[in-house]
């Protein structure tokens, strides 16, 4: 960590994977930047791949409280490193459908049309894939959107349990694909293919996660310094309200502010919006960025998401990496609905006391039994913006978290309908564990941006409307959440977000794309 300076070209606060990836893409350019993390490096040790210390002692996670829509305290699924959540996330990066950028009718209402179409955004996934390493095939998906070309890495390739389903789901007309995936899984890489992926931090460095990808790589350009275990308090405007001049921030146990000609909020979709809304001062009384639509904080989503369990009393699943496969046919409106329901994906391969942390009823060598015996699974189906879903804070400064889910019809019938694929291969015994609001690893919506002042938070660039040196560049400008991981996305956005920025700086060249499979 460097010593900080009192003034910066650049501040970027957070270190996640919308921080990680603007880092990388305006480092290089001769100015100086800051980004600031409010938690540690995640050491390297043991415990990364120990079931007890990641479910069952939470470790990792944040001991951080929020409240949810009735005042209840609860203990969210979010962990602050630098890296952000995506250390723990699966490194599934997929591209949002084309049809995600237009209205999307769903049962229960409508996914509301992107300002942009996905054609503007397709370049900037393309980089995106190659700043995360992404292995997959192109052109096996049916609900694919056109590509310029082939992704940077092939296919890492099912094991025999899971190209046993393979075959079989095809055999029933379905359309399985590989999963795209961002690990570091080919010659000379440090991927070895364990069962501590999904839901685990990397003890070798080798998932592509923010840090290893993104920060890292940025950082080795020089021109920027990285504080951690820095907590912002608010961001400062000038009396006009018009411009940002510094954040104000404890670390070290010193409050200090910080200036800068630009900011760019990338501390997540719920703890972005808590720092504009703290932020509330004279010309920006609801918070900053709230003037104009009364929208930040609102419009909170984070999928209907179900893990499933598929068991067979007969037969063992001796998988390793299960997380290689995923199912799009019913993603769209599909032959059981004339409506979305969603995407099916493998799911890291559950152990039986990664079970039992959520089931404390059930005895360890009960679902261990089921463990060895199950294929499991990651549905996950799209909800939609409500106003009232939102993020706000309570008198005493802590996050309270509306949310109420929607578009349940849809979801439901997805587990419905994989359920009954599962028990016709073989597979009777279903278990089902649907996530609640603790789980915020999908958080996106309380920002979005649009084409209207009136209706978003932030422009079609991600600046926020009323403000002109201040960007909020994570999952909070999505408008839907889709049914899709959202962390590609993030990343493709703030790579055409800081292509704008590097416009305005009159840089003629692009920046190179710099990554590394390493720490």
Not at 233 to 240: G, Y
Not at 303 to 308: I, Q
Not at 396 to 405: E, H, V
Not at 455 to 461: E, I, K
Request: neutral net charge.
């Amino acid at each position: 960590m460097n010593a900080i300076k009192d003034f910066y070209d650049v501040v970027i606060i957070g270190a996640g994977v919308g921080g990680g990836a603007m880092a990388n893409r305006l480092a290089g350019h001769g100015r100086s930047i800051l980004m600031i993390e409010r938690g540690p490096r995640l050491p390297r040790e043991p415990d990364n791949w120990s079931v007890d210390a990641v479910f069952h002692t939470r470790k990792y996670a944040t001991k951080e409280t929020w409240r949810d829509r009735d005042g209840k305290d609860f203990n969210p699924s979010t962990y602050y490193y630098v890296g952000g959540n995506s250390k723990f996330f699966g490194a599934a990066t997929l591209r949002f459908r084309a049809e995600d950028f237009e209205d999307l009718q769903h049962e229960d209402g409508l996914a509301p049309a992107w300002p942009v179409r996905y054609s503007e955004f397709a370049p900037y996934y393309d980089i995106a894939e190659k700043l995360m390493g992404t292995h997959g095939t192109a052109g096996m998906d049916p609900t694919e959107p056109p590509r310029s070309g082939p992704m940077p890495y092939p296919a890492i390739g099912h094991e025999p349990e899971i190209a046993f389903f393979e075959r079989k789901l095809r055999d029933k007309g379905l359309n399985p694909f590989p999963l795209p995936i961002a690990i570091d899984y080919h010659e000379g890489g440090s991927c070895v293919r364990c069962r501590t992926c999904d839901g685990f931090a990397c003890q070798l460095g080798a998932k592509g996660d923010a840090e290893v990808r993104l920060v890292n790589p940025a950082l080795a350009k020089g021109g920027i310094d990285l504080v951690t275990e820095a907590f912002v308090h608010r961001v400062i405007t000038d009396p006009t309200g018009k411009r940002v001049t510094g954040v104000e921030l404890t670390v070290n146990g010193e409050t200090r502010t910080i200036g800068a000609d630009l900011f760019i909020s990338s501390a997540g979709a719920i703890n972005s919006s808590a720092l504009l809304l703290r932020s509330a001062n004279n010309t920006h009384k609801r918070g900053i960025g709230n003037n104009m639509s009364d929208q930040l904080g609102r419009n909170y989503m984070a999928h209907n998401n179900t893990a499933m369990m598929a068991i067979s009393p007969f037969r063992k699943n001796r998988v390793v990496f299960q997380k290689s496969m995923a199912i799009n046919d019913y993603y769209l409106a599909n032959r059981e609905k004339p409506y979305p329901l969603g995407n099916v994906q493998g799911l890291g391969k559950l152990q039986g006391g990664m079970l039992t942390a959520n089931a404390r009823w059930a005895p360890e060598w009960l679902m261990s039994m089921f463990a060895e015996r199950s294929v499991d699974w990651w549905l996950m189906s799209e909800d939609l913006p409500d106003p009232n879903n939102r993020v706000s804070l309570d008198p005493d400064g802590k996050i309270r978290l509306s949310y109420t889910a929607n578009n349940l019809k849809s979801h439901s019938e997805l587990v419905k309908v994989w359920s009954a694929h599962m028990r016709s291969l073989g597979y009777p015994l279903i278990i089902t564990n649907k996530m609640d609001i603790k789980v915020s690893m999908h958080q996106c919506g309380t920002a979005r941006f649009g084409s209207d002042p009136q209706t978003s938070v932030l422009d079609p660039n991600c600046k926020v409307w009323d403000v002109d040196n201040l960007y909020v560049v994570d999952a909070s400008f999505l408008p839907s959440s889709t049914a899709l991981n959202p962390s590609l996305t993030i990343v493709a956005q703030a790579t055409r977000t800081a292509e704008h920025i590097l416009s305005q700086w009159g840089a003629t060249e692009t920046p190179p794309i710099t990554a590394s499979s390493a720490a």
